[in-house]
C-alpha cells in the first residue's frame, strides 16, 4: 500500500515538472518575439482615425440623414407618379422606428427661431431643415400623406400648419401611427411623477387620466388613492399607477359621459377637459390597452420626506423614460423637491418641469418661482436649459433634442381652469417612444 502511493506520488511530482518545464519554454519563446518585434522597423501608421467600438455617430451625421429621409419622402409626396413608392417607403420607416414616425414637411425655421425670445440653446446650429415648398404643394402632400399611410393601416395626425409669409414658405408637421398588432407591441413610455408634498401630483395625474377638470378642492385626485389615510390625508403615501392610451389617431382613450349628464346630451367633446361637475364611465386598464396604439405609464410617487424611501424605490424600480418634476407655483421649488431632482439626475433620466396651480398664484408670486426654477437648473450641480413650451410646434420640437442636448421643458398648467393642458402634447412626447424623420 505505501508502495502504491509512494509511486502515485512520484508521479505526480514528474507531471508537476514536465508541466513547468513546459510553462517556461512557452515564457522563453515569447519574450524573443517581444524582442524581434522591437528590433523590427516600425510600419507606417494608417491615416484612418481608429473609431472606439462604444463610439456613437455625430449629430451632423444624424441631422444630414434625417435631412436626406425628409427629403425624399417629400418629394415622393409631391410627385403623382411615386404613389406607390411613397408607400413602401412609409411602411419601411414605421418598421425602422417602431411604428411611429413625424414627417417634417417644408422648411422649418431653426429651433431657436421656434423658442421663446431670450431662451438660450446650447444648440449652435442655424440651419433650416428641407426643402421649401409651396402651399399647393404642401395640400397635395398632405393628402398623398394621408393616403398612402391608410395604406399600410396607419394613422395620420397633424401637429401643427404653418402658412406661408413674406419671409418663410408653408411647413407642416405630421405624425404617422401604426396601430400594433397585438397589446403586447404597444409602445409604451413611462413617466414618474414626483414634486415636495402638496404640489398637485396627483390632481394632475387624475385630471389627465380621467379627463375632468378638479374642483379646487382635490376631487380628481381621490380616485388615485389607494389607502383610506390617503384620501382623509390628501397625501400620496405608495407608487400608484396610472396610464393614459393613445389611439393611432393621436386621440387619448377616455371614457364616454355617463348617459344622464348634460355632457351627453349635448354631445360634448368626450377627448376634451370636461368640467369638475361632469360624471364619466369607468375603463379598465384591459380595455384602455386594447384601444390603444401608445400607453403613457404615470408612477405617482410620495412627495413627503416620510415616504422618500418608498418614492426612491419608485423611481428605480421602474425604469422611467423620463421624470415629471412637480412644482407648486404658490410655494416653489422646496422640502423635497430638490431631493428627487437630485435622484433623477443622478439617475441620468430627462426631466421635466411642470409648475402648477398657476390659477390661484399672484404674478409677482408666480414669477419668483419661475425665477428660482430658472436659477437652480442652471446651477452647476444641474447644468440644464430651461425652456418654457406653450406651444404644440415647441413641444414637437424639443422632442427630437431634448433627450440628446442638456434641456429641460417647463410647462405652467391649471387643473382647475385647464390652462397649458393638452394631451397633444402627451401623445407625441419628449420620451423615448417617440421617432422623427
Request: charged fraction near 25%; proline fraction near 5%; hydrophobic fraction near 35%.
Amino acid at each position: 500500500m505505501a508502495t502504491t502511493l509512494r509511486g502515485f506520488q512520484h508521479e505526480i511530482e514528474q507531471i508537476h515538472e514536465r508541466e513547468l518545464a513546459k510553462q517556461r519554454a512557452e515564457g522563453r519563446l515569447a519574450l524573443e518575439k517581444d524582442k524581434h518585434k522591437e528590433k523590427a522597423p516600425q510600419t507606417a501608421k494608417s491615416k484612418e482615425p481608429v473609431v472606439p467600438v462604444n463610439a456613437s455617430p455625430s449629430t451632423d451625421r444624424l441631422d444630414n440623414d434625417e435631412d436626406d429621409s425628409h427629403n425624399k419622402l417629400q418629394k415622393m409626396l409631391t410627385d403623382p407618379v411615386e404613389g406607390q413608392v411613397a408607400t413602401d417607403y412609409i411602411a419601411l420607416l414605421l418598421l425602422r422606428n417602431r411604428g411611429e414616425i413625424v414627417v417634417r414637411l417644408g422648411t422649418h425655421p431653426p429651433i431657436q427661431q421656434i423658442m421663446e425670445p431670450g431662451t438660450e440653446l446650447p444648440i449652435t446650429d442655424s440651419h433650416s431643415p428641407g426643402d421649401s415648398i409651396t402651399e399647393e404643394e404642401l395640400d397635395t402632400a398632405l393628402r398623398v400623406l394621408e393616403t398612402t399611410a391608410d395604406g399600410v393601416g396607419a394613422k395620420v395626425m397633424l401637429l401643427y400648419r404653418h402658412a406661408g409669409t413674406a419671409t418663410h414658405s408653408p411647413y407642416a408637421s405630421v405624425l404617422v401611427r401604426l396601430p400594433p398588432p397585438t397589446v403586447e407591441r404597444t409602445l409604451e413610455v413611462r413617466c414618474a411623477v414626483v414634486g415636495n408634498v402638496d404640489s398637485g401630483k396627483s390632481t394632475t395625474l387624475g385630471v389627465l387620466t380621467r379627463g375632468g377638470l378638479d374642483d379646487g378642492r382635490g376631487k380628481a385626485r381621490v380616485a388615485l388613492f389607494r389607502h383610506k389615510h390617503e384620501i382623509e390625508t390628501g397625501r400620496t403615501s405608495s407608487v400608484g399607477m396610472e396610464i393614459l392610451g393613445f389611439g393611432a389617431d393621436g386621440q387619448p382613450i377616455l371614457a364616454n359621459f355617463q348617459l344622464n349628464t348634460a355632457e351627453a346630451q349635448s354631445g360634448a367633446d368626450k377627448n376634451a377637459f370636461a368640467p369638475a361637475s361632469a360624471r364619466r364611465e369607468k375603463l379598465t386598464w384591459d380595455q384602455i390597452s386594447e384601444s390603444s396604439a401608445k400607453i403613457v405609464s404615470f408612477i405617482d410617487l410620495a412627495g413627503h420626506e416620510r415616504y422618500l424611501k418608498t418614492t426612491l424605490y419608485g423611481m428605480t424600480s421602474h425604469a422611467p423614460d423620463c421624470v415629471m418634476l412637480m412644482v407648486g407655483a404658490n410655494a416653489g421649488l422646496i422640502g423635497m423637491s430638490k431631493e428627487h431632482l437630485a435622484i433623477a439626475l443622478a439617475l441620468s433620466v430627462p426631466v421635466i418641469v411642470t409648475i402648477t396651480k398657476i390659477d390661484m398664484t399672484p404674478a409677482n408670486v408666480l414669477q419668483d418661482t419661475i425665477k428660482q426654477v430658472v436659477k437652480i437648473l442652471k446651477s452647476p450641480g444641474c447644468r440644464k436649459t430651461p425652456v418654457f413650451v406653450k406651444s404644440m410646434e415647441q413641444a414637437v420640437e424639443l422632442s427630437r433634442v431634448f433627450t440628446t442636448e442638456r434641456l429641460c421643458p417647463i410647462f405652467l398648467l391649471s387643473n382647475v381652469t385647464g390652462e397649458g393642458l393638452d394631451h397633444a402634447s402627451i401623445s407625441h412626447g419628449s420620451m423615448r417612444g417617440s421617432y422623427s424623420l
